[in-house]
């Protein structure tokens, strides 16, 4: 049986500083796979995509039946495409091994230039935020306390997605690491 593949934009779409909604689906959207121990795997296999490939999380929300991610491009020589290739495999791998499996294709949304806008841009992240909220899995404007959203900023683990002054810390944080890259000696 030929499996239908989602349509994608133009691979340039996908690379250099281009930002990304992704949404990855588990099979049949079966839930009982998220717990503790696999947020850690979670965030262990998206510190080594974000590394290996030269992106940024601004926020990630792991849902019973989903997770939604924003990636951005930090360098020229990104590559989205590959990025969630080395990914998809890797967390596939992993709720595999606890009977769990992805959809064979993350959807994606490529933020054109008025959704890259901040005020745009941040609406979106806390659009994500929300989904717990509007799932019924947290009360009203307690998304925050979800345990399962969070951000991924390589070399910046103290970095939180609901702290007052994060967007202030991560637009100069994301602004030196595409200034000055990842390797920064003292």
Known sequence: MKREHLKRLSREHYQAEAIIHWTVTILNRNKGWLNSAFYYRFRELITHTMFRYGLACPIYC????????????????????????????????????????????????????DDRKEANFRQLCEY???????????????????????????????????????????????????????QQWK
């Open 62 to 113: 792991m849902m019973p039946d989903h997770i939604h991610m924003v990636w951005i491009g930090l360098y020229l020589q990104c590559d989205q495409l590959n990025a969630m290739k080395h990914f998809h495999t890797r967390c596939d791998e992993s709720l595999q091994r606890v009977g769990f499996a992805l959809q064979d294709q993350a959807y994606d949304h490529v933020l054109k230039e």
């Open 128 to 182: 994500i935020a929300r989904n717990p909220e509007r799932s019924g899995l947290v009360k009203t404007d307690q998304f925050s306390k979800y345990p399962f959203t969070g951000c991924l900023v390589p070399g910046y683990p103290e970095l939180k997605t609901f702290d007052t002054d994060f967007w202030d810390r991560y637009d100069r944080i994301i602004s030196r690491l595409r200034r000055l890259g990842m």
